[in-house]
């Protein structure tokens, strides 16, 4: 069955920075754009950032110029670099598969990781 596990969380100050990774097995990787989406309490969830196929990306207003999204279809990978963090950036952080092209919005998004939680200090 398909697998998404993210890895990489923690608890860092704000300025700091932190790598997200999610490795994905159980599916064809190259056929499948990436995400990232976040969702912090009492909050809906949000979408952070995508990359397409070929390596095409979408970053959220709220963090283009301090997140960068990439993979590696070689190893099966996305990641996720999170630059100068903001204690609004407290979440959990959620890796997708969305079949074929970059989405921004979850409901597009087939399969889901477990979320893992990145807190920012202030």
């Known amino acids: 069955q398909v697998q998404l596990v993210e890895s990489g969380g923690g608890l860092v100050q704000a300025g700091g920075s932190l790598r997200l990774s999610c490795a994905a097995s159980?599916?064809?990787?190259?056929?499948?754009?990436m995400g990232w989406f976040r969702q912090a309490p009492g909050k809906e969830r949000e979408f952070v950032a995508a990359?397409?196929?070929?390596?095409?990306?979408y970053c959220a207003d709220s963090v283009k110029g301090r997140f960068t999204i990439s993979r590696d279809n070689a190893k099966n990978t996305v990641a996720l670099q999170m630059n100068s963090l903001k204690a609004a950036d407290t979440a959990v952080y959620y890796c997708?598969?969305?079949?074929?092209?970059?989405?921004?919005?979850?409901?597009?998004?087939?399969?889901w990781g477990q979320g893992l939680q990145v807190s920012v200090s202030s």
């Open positions: 159980g599916l064809t990787f190259s056929s499948y754009a």
């Open positions: 990359i397409g196929r070929s390596g095409g990306t």
């Open positions: 997708a598969a969305g079949w074929l092209f970059l989405r921004t919005t979850a409901a597009e998004y087939s399969y």
